[in-house]
């Protein structure tokens, strides 16, 4: 059979026999959904893919993708992951992570594989809470909630996991929602298609522990008008009709105006290319203006370099200035000595 002729291949090739062991109802089910169907849209063997995870419910995902995959140890995978794209910069790398094993003991090499920019794709997902090990807080749950390591509410102030990637200087960093399969299934595409670092904040339920957290933003009777699906280039429009609109203010605070009462002129434009344009955007949707949805940042090219690309590059030119090296010679080198 030629290429030409060779079957197409969808999201059946992608899934595994293993038995999908998560909650009933958990997000992670809507998520892997998506990837399953996405993967074989990108045009990239199976054999070139490879999923990498730490600790965690999100973390069983290389399990179910008929891909290569690591599970690793608790808040390493970007550590692993970069070692795999160092040696191997032609593979399609993705980590998945969650909002504990990611911000919290694997929250220093988040921010490091972010800074580094290597051309990687990382998906967080967001529950607010500790599934794994059954309903702790975690360094997104809300200020007040009770838990079973919180017993008389939360008082530690969350980390916005948007805010933490463009304050470590990541290049890509969108947001989505496991519910909304058309949604998740576009950041899929233009994360995979970046080149750098990707960063999407997956928010999803968990319904044992954490369950209608996200309600105001999935809820059809009240997500219109608590969330606002952001474009390039596009108006900040959101609500019922699309007839509330965001205006940045002289301080750079949001404010929240009707076009009954303004005009279209006056509401922001969003510019993915633009940090200070994300910076406003990310401190969003905590403080009564909508939640934003889509590519906050979006920013590539000569200005942004990757970081393996810039690490054989260096190799390469050494290797030119003193050519390609002699193992045995550098094994004998230096102080040696024969035991007898």
């Known amino acids: 059979m030629s290429t030409a002729e060779a079957p197409k291949a969808g999201r059946k090739d992608f899934a595994t026999d293993q038995d999908v062991r998560w909650c009933p109802g958990c997000g992670d089910y809507a998520i892997l959904s998506q990837v399953q169907k996405v993967m074989p849209e990108l045009g990239i063997a199976r054999e070139n893919i490879v999923f990498v995870s730490g600790i965690g419910c999100s973390s069983r995902f290389p399990y179910y993708m008929n891909t290569y995959g690591f599970h690793s140890i608790h808040g390493r995978a970007p550590a692993i992951a970069t070692g795999l794209k160092l040696a191997r910069p032609e593979l399609s790398v993705w980590i998945v992570t969650g909002d504990g094993d ?56 969350p980390f916005d996991p948007a805010a933490l990637a463009l304050g470590a200087g990541a290049t890509f960093i969108a947001r989505t929602v496991d519910v909304e399969a058309k949604h998740l299934q576009a950041m899929l595409h233009r994360a995979a298609a970046h080149k750098g670092t990707s960063f999407i904040e997956i928010i999803q339920n968990c319904p044992v522990f954490n369950d209608g957290v996200f309600d105001a933003f999935t809820d059809k009777a009240v997500k219109d008008d608590n969330r606002i699906v952001i474009e390039h280039g596009k108006p900040l429009l959101f609500g019922q009709g699309l007839r509330k609109g965001i205006r940045f203010k002289s301080d750079l605070s949001a404010e929240i105006v009707s076009l009954d009462s303004v005009d279209i002129s006056e509401i922001a434009l969003h510019d993915e290319t633009n940090p200070v344009v994300t910076q406003l955007l990310a401190r969003m949707g905590r403080d009564g203006t909508p939640l934003p949805l889509g590519v906050l940042r979006c920013a590539e090219g000569p200005s942004y370099p990757v970081y393996e690309d810039q690490v054989h590059a260096q190799i390469d030119d050494a290797r030119s200035g003193r050519g390609g090296g002699d193992f045995d010679k550098l094994y004998r080198s230096g102080e040696t000595w024969t035991v007898a």
């Open 102 to 157: 990611g911000l919290s003991i694997g929250g220093n090499h988040l921010i490091h594989i972010l800074r580094r920019n290597l051309d990687v794709n990382i998906m967080l997902f967001n529950n607010e809470i500790y599934g794994l090990t059954k309903g702790q807080f975690s360094p997104t749950s809300r200020v007040g909630l009770v838990t079973k390591s919180s017993p008389l509410g939360v008082v530690d102030r």
